[in-house]
């Protein structure tokens, strides 16, 4: 069908922009007789429609950093698929100054219109006709200068740097598109810039043309077929570093970094190569893309997975040698094979819509794990995140107002809230690592290897992956993933051990929701549980676990023993999405087990249910302190860890002044020995193992008064100030942060002054969040101000509400700067980050800041997205503090004035 158009209308300048009003227009004036008759405009409700899908975009952008605003052009190539009236694209932010349609050879304007959210209509005067049409406009937009947020700009050693991060709907933010992760097709993109500057995208550059007056235009080739999210590029005076060859096919890498800073890329440039090899391993396929840059950008909050341009921050990539400590190494490490491991999760395989980013998150999740670990035995790696992982997933999904991990999206609000760490990451994927334990890691691998090949460069869903581990694995299951997917909440699994001469032993099992004490949800909810047991009789020890499928509210279990065990392990190999409620008498028989007849997986999880046993209310708190002394002989900074994470149950703060007396000395006599022998500087030839224990424990007993600590750590800290070169920089912010608690004015002046004057923003913002240590009410008030002021970036200065808030001794003071200049910092923030800003008040514990809270927030966090969850399990957690504060209290400071009595066990009642 061909268009039959009176009159061609030019459009005139439109400002799209978040709007929470009628659609808009502004359009040139038109003689009234020909005047067209456009359509009422009917913007989508959320998604965009299916009548117009794009084919093929080319991108033309003139970008000049240090220039306020930029211009573009953007030609569409859509498939028309029934007729339309209008077309509905998204633009945020952007000027619109002219759109086309061109069909059949005829170049038609199109009036445009905005609506809410970042969408853009396209009004035509009579009906498009089904088949293919493209889509010309041309823009101005501008670059965020604050928030790291869209296409954003920073400068760096007096130079402005261009960057862009479109994760999960600011593509719209820099230009027009139908920014939705389900339309997945091929781009073309060609820049304008100056001719000194580098210009890099997703794919490799294919020319470089001069221009007149210092310009010069960069074009790309196409790209494989990606969503608008996963557009990137980079431009500015950069430094361009050969990294060699990886993969397969020896495809090139390189890093992009600031000018002058590319020798920071050495560690980076070493391990890269071994990282796409683990990945090409893994997957069983070569490195899907014809280059890889890392591009450097300023800070984590840029870290993205963009196909053959990936953003690692500065924090992570860039180390200098003296620098590279285990802790560093291993974060670069670990982060890059999550994004690269996105490569697979999310690029080539992409989810057709945002309830389903949990594809993605889940898996790069899980994959960065094994394979970090992989990389180097020695970090333990896979151990311990699965253990912080896992526990930060139990704390977040037994609250009520968490939502599960393949989240609902029904406004543009939950599109924001689908990134929710806890369920999208962390559960995500310690439910992958439960299925890998149940069904075998070869099994679960080829599984995902042939849903990766049926769905490459296409979109698929939460079904799809459960068809094809349905088929890999059977429907049962694909039947426990869907549970844990489509449901929140976590499993609360107990056992009733039942033995009669002459017959197998059998163990009762029960499901339940575990709750901790106080929620005000329902424990009635069951799931498909794959529940693995270990037992011993003592002379009889079961090594392989044997495991059934707990589907109901009750089920049996026999075990291939003859005589009754004297102890049950209800997690075997520690890898099971469930809360085990043990009895008393079982959890202390566990306790009493030689320390090798359980797996390092097993005692961290055993652990884990002992304070999952205190939320409960089933054991009180001042008892479970009483088994941190087990723990704390042992060399395995892991099981030390677990003992440390008990203590932070203990809000110090809230204790009569004698009884925090009471817990300092039992810190200080606890665990001061080892700590002082650790001291603060590592020794030759330390195992990692070692170098961490020293992380958990030095700082607590410093923190806890320790004298001899606190006055070397003092002395260190003035002393790297003074010269970079004379103390370790392993560790050192540590030590830094031990002397600012006890800190006076010459100590904050000098961290102040410092990094007033370093260019290096990494530092920078370290040196800024030491101050939000301080303990010294006046300078804590003065680096307080530094956040709300304008002196800094806020994105370099909130570290220093965060420590302040952090700290039980300057929470309070903290709060009360919050609730002054909350509005002020949540508009400088992206919405993640304000999230983060709500969130963190989570950690308050008494009832008139939950009551201040409440009366500050609830009539703001409407107008911000992602924020009325985030308010919610606020709410919640400081709810639940309360009730677990009231009902432990009594028993701690009956425990901190008895302490030693009936130690490594808890007592009974």
């Not at 978040?18 to 913007?43: C, F, L, V, Y």
């Not at 925090?660 to 200080?668: D, N």
Request: glycine share 8%.
């Amino acid at each position: 069908m061909r268009w039959h158009l009176v009159l061609l209308i030019t459009l005139g300048s439109l400002h799209c922009t978040h709007a929470p009003d009628a659609p808009r227009a502004i359009t040139a004036p038109t003689p009234a007789a020909s005047a067209p008759s456009w359509p009422e405009p009917q913007p989508p409700r959320l998604r965009l429609p299916d009548t117009v899908w794009p084919v093929r975009y080319a991108l033309d952008l003139t970008l000049l950093p240090a220039e306020p605003t930029y211009t573009g052009a953007v030609t569409i190539d859509v498939e028309v698929r029934e007729p339309v009236r209008q077309i509905w694209l998204h633009a945020q932010d952007l000027q619109v100054t002219r759109a086309r349609v061109i069909t059949g050879g005829r170049s038609v304007e199109a009036r445009a219109v905005t609506a809410d959210e970042g969408r853009l209509g396209l009004l035509l005067p009579e009906p498009l006709g089904a088949g293919p049409a493209q889509l010309s406009l041309t823009f101005t937009g501008r670059a965020d200068r604050e928030r790291s947020q869209g296409l954003y700009v920073v400068e760096e050693g007096g130079e402005p740097y261009l960057y862009t991060v479109f994760e999960p709907i600011d593509a719209r933010r820099a230009f027009p598109c139908f920014d939705e992760p389900g339309f997945k097709v091929p781009w073309r993109l060609r820049l304008t810039v100056k001719q000194e500057h580098v210009a890099r995208a997703n794919h490799a550059v294919v020319s470089e043309e001069p221009l007149p007056g210092g310009l010069k235009q960069v074009t790309f080739a196409e790209s494989r077929p990606m969503p608008s999210y996963l557009v990137a590029f980079v431009v500015g005076p950069f430094d361009v570093v050969d990294g060699g060859s990886i993969g397969r096919a020896h495809v090139p890498l390189r890093f992009i970094v600031p000018r002058g800073r590319g020798q920071e890329t050495a560690y980076a440039a070493r391990v890269t190569p071994r990282i796409i090899t683990l990945l090409e391993d893994f997957f069983d396929q070569t490195y899907p893309y014809e280059k890889l840059e890392v591009a450097v950008v300023p800070r984590y909050k840029g870290t993205m997975e963009h196909p053959g341009l990936v953003a690692l921050g500065q924090p992570l990539t860039l180390i200098r040698p003296e620098e590279e400590t285990p802790r560093r190494r291993e974060d670069y490490v670990s982060v890059a094979i999550h994004e690269l491991g996105h490569y697979w999760f999310g690029n080539l395989v992409t989810c057709r819509w945002w309830d389903d980013v949990w594809l993605n998150e889940s898996l790069a999740t899980w994959l960065e794990r094994k394979l970090t670990d992989q990389f180097e035995p020695a970090w333990l790696y896979e151990r311990a995140s699965q253990a912080d992982s896992a526990t930060a997933a139990f704390s977040a999904d037994s609250l009520t107002t968490s939502p599960p991990v393949r989240k609902p999206i029904v406004t543009q609000d939950d599109i924001v809230g689908s990134f929710d760490s806890a369920t999208t990451y962390s559960k995500g994927a310690s439910v992958f690592a439960m299925l890998e334990s149940w069904q075998g890691k070869a099994r679960v691998r080829d599984m995902l290897r042939t849903h990766v090949r049926k769905h490459a460069w296409q979109v698929a869903t939460s079904d799809d992956l459960l068809a094809t581990m349905s088929e890999a694995l059977g429907p049962d299951a694909a039947g426990v993933f869907r549970g844990y997917i489509d449901q929140s909440g976590v499993p609360r699994v107990s056992a009733e051990l039942r033995c009669k001469p002459g017959v197998a032993p059998r163990v009762k099992l029960s499901q339940e929701r575990f709750l901790p004490a106080g929620s005000s949800g329902s424990t009635a909810r069951t799931w498909h549980i794959p529940v693995c047991v270990r037992a011993s009789t003592g002379q009889d020890s079961m090594q392989a676990p044997v495991c059934t499928l707990l589907t109901t509210t009750t089920g049996e279990l026999e075990l291939p023993m003859e005589a009754c065990p004297s102890w049950l392990m209800l997690n075997a190999g520690g890898t099971g999405y469930y809360r085990v409620g043990y009895s008393l008498e079982q959890l202390t028989r566990l306790m009493s087990v030689p320390r090798d007849e359980l797996r390092p997986e097993e005692w961290l999880a055993l652990l884990a249910d002992v304070s999952a046993a205190v939320d409960r209310g089933d054991l009180p708190l001042g008892e479970a302190l009483r088994l941190i002394p087990a723990v704390t002989p042992s060399s395995h900074h892991l099981f030390v860890q677990r003992g440390v994470e008990l203590l932070s149950s203990v809000h110090v703060d809230r204790l009569p002044e004698a009884d925090r007396q009471r817990y300092h000395e039992w810190i200080r006599d606890l665990y001061g020995p080892r700590a002082r022998e650790l001291g603060w500087t590592p020794k030759p030839g330390e195992s990692d193992d070692v170098k961490q224990l020293r992380m958990q424990i030095v700082g607590l007993v410093a923190t806890a008064g320790d004298p001899v600590l606190r006055e070397e750590a003092d002395r260190l800290a003035r002393a790297w100030l003074a010269d970079r070169g004379s103390v370790s920089s392993e560790g050192i912010w540590m030590v830094v942060r031990a002397a600012a608690r006890s800190g006076d004015r010459s100590l904050f002046d000098t961290l102040l002054a410092q990094a007033r004057a370093t260019k290096d923003r990494n530092e920078r913002s370290r040196l800024l969040g030491m101050l939000g240590a301080f303990l010294d009410p006046v300078l804590l008030k003065e680096a307080l101000a530094l956040v709300a002021g304008d002196e800094f970036d806020l994105r370099d200065t909130l570290g220093i509400l965060y420590r302040a808030f952090f700290t039980p001794e300057s929470r309070g003071q903290a709060w009360d700067f919050y609730r002054q200049h909350f509005d002020r910092l949540a508009g400088k923030l992206r919405s993640d980050q304000r999230n983060g800003l709500i969130e963190l008040t989570g950690s308050l514990c008494d009832e008139q800041r939950r009551a201040e809270l409440e009366a500050l927030l609830s009539p703001r966090v409407e107008r911000l997205a992602g924020g009325p969850r985030a308010l919610a399990r606020a709410l919640e957690s400081i709810r639940l503090c309360i009730e677990s504060e009231r009902r432990n209290q009594p028993g701690v400071r009956e425990f901190l004035r008895t302490r030693g009595k009936g130690a490594n066990r808890p007592a009974s009642r």
